[in-house]
């Protein structure tokens, strides 16, 4: 029998391919996990497979460029080889990032079917290499996994040729099984010195990559009206280091900062602030989980979550220091509930991508 080729590159991937790895195993349908290195440091990558108790990947690509046009180069050809010899039934790519548009094109170069999960997704920023990603692998997908209406009319308006689906998105599937486990083991709360904080993320390349955005970001930190927790991510490390921002903002008293936290320790984090700012992608889906519950600051001109907006959790601010301050104040005087349901599924997004594969492919 032909294998499932599950495909991830960066942190969030394995996070969120985590649920269809199991959900594949469970149906005893055959399956390679192939993770095509894009994320290689500990903490980025394995750390994740780990926490989420993933087997050892039955590929891992040794990916040497740095530009983003090599990179991309480097897994589509990798890929093509891997894939050539594998002849799986479908290549399971996740999301947005240059593997997912690199590991899409290589399937599609040696015609196997494309599954694209988390299809349909939208931000109309053309900045964003993730929109161009994004839209170019839904376009060569043959199964679409949308995981909303939103997501799903995005791609009927488009014409795509592959098949849509609507799923729910496997990051609530992730936080309803590991939550648990990590209350269970966590240690993370020891090392946090403030009673209440805010939960702060930055990496996306329009904002960091720009020292403008870099230093808007310094400032929001140091007029923080409650003390910030900040896992910084490896880009956003560097480009503070390029311009002289890193000392000052290890100095702000108020500011946490940690190295990237594994899995069960950000959920733990997410649970226990009091609101989050952040450009992440993920973490905008992850807050509407019922058991995160939490508004969500998302300092980005756009989001192709709008879902998480129409529900009342995320707001869209910008990347101006007093807009960013202004909202922060406004949701801490804010009065009411959230919604006890996520735009997101109920946690079952995995079972029906499966399902969905089952019935077409075997
Ligand atoms: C990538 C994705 C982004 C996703 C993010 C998840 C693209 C275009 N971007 O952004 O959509 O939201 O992952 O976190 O695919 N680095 C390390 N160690 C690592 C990985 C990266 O030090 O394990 C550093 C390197 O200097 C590298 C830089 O981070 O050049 C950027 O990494 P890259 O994977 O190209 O992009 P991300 O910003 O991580
Ligand atoms: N995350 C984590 N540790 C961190 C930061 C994020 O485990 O220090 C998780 C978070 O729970 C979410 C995912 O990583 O599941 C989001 O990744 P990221 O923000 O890098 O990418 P994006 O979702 O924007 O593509």
């Known amino acids: 029998m032909k294998s499932v080729v599950v495909v991830t590159g960066t942190r969030p991937e394995i996070i969120k391919m985590a649920p269809i790895i199991r959900a594949l195993k469970k149906a005893q349908l055959p399956h390679l996990f192939?993770?095509?290195?894009?994320?290689?440091?500990?903490?980025?990558a394995q750390q994740f497979i780990e926490n989420l108790e993933l087997t050892v990947p039955d590929h891992w690509l040794k990916i040497e460029a740095a530009s983003p046009g090599a990179q991309t180069a480097e897994i589509l050809m990798k890929m093509e080889e891997l894939l050539s010899k594998a002849e799986p039934s479908v290549v399971l790519v996740e999301g947005d990032t240059n593997t997912v548009l690199a590991a899409a094109l290589a399937a599609n170069k040696r015609a196997i079917p494309i599954g694209h999960v988390e299809a349909g997704l939208r931000s109309y920023d053309l900045r964003m290499p993730e929109e161009h990603n994004r839209r170019l692998t839904d376009h060569i997908s043959q199964y679409l996994f949308a995981p909303t209406e939103h997501a799903k009319t995005n791609l009927q308006k488009e014409a795509v040729w592959g098949k849509i689906y609507l799923t729910g998105n496997t990051a609530i599937d992730a936080v309803k099984e590991h939550l648990p486990i990590a209350e269970k083991t966590s240690k993370i709360?020891?090392?946090?010195?403030?009673?209440?904080?805010?939960?702060?993320t930055a990496h996306r390349a329009e904002n960091v990559d720009d020292p403008a955005v870099l230093e808007s970001f310094m400032a929001v930190f140091e007029?923080?009206?409650?003390?910030?927790?900040?896992?910084?991510h490896p880009r956003t490390r560097k480009r503070l280091q390029e311009n002289h921002m890193l000392s000052k903002i290890e100095q702000m008293s108020n500011?946490?900062?940690?190295?990237?936290?594994?899995?069960?320790?950000?959920?733990?984090?997410?649970?226990?602030?009091?609101?989050i700012i952040t450009d992440s992608g993920g973490i905008q889906e992850e807050a509407t989980a019922p058991q995160i519950r939490k508004p969500v600051l998302v300092m980005r001109l756009s989001t192709e979550r709008q879902e998480a907006v129409e529900a009342g959790f995320a707001t869209v601010v910008g990347t101006d220091k007093n807009k960013i301050l202004n909202a922060m104040n406004q949701v801490l005087s804010r009065k009411g509930a959230l919604p006890s349901t996520s735009p997101f599924g109920d946690g079952d997004a995995a079972q029906k991508t499966v399902e969905i594969i089952k019935e077409n492919l075997y």
Do not use: W
């Open 189 to 200: 709360m020891q090392q946090i010195p403030f009673e209440t904080f805010a939960l702060a």
């Open 255 to 275: 500011v946490l900062i940690l190295p990237p936290t594994g899995y069960l320790d950000f959920l733990m984090l997410m649970r226990h602030c009091k609101l």
């Open 34 to 44: 192939v993770h095509c290195g894009q994320h290689y440091d500990y903490n980025m």
């Open 223 to 232: 007029g923080s009206p409650l003390p910030i927790v900040y896992p910084m």
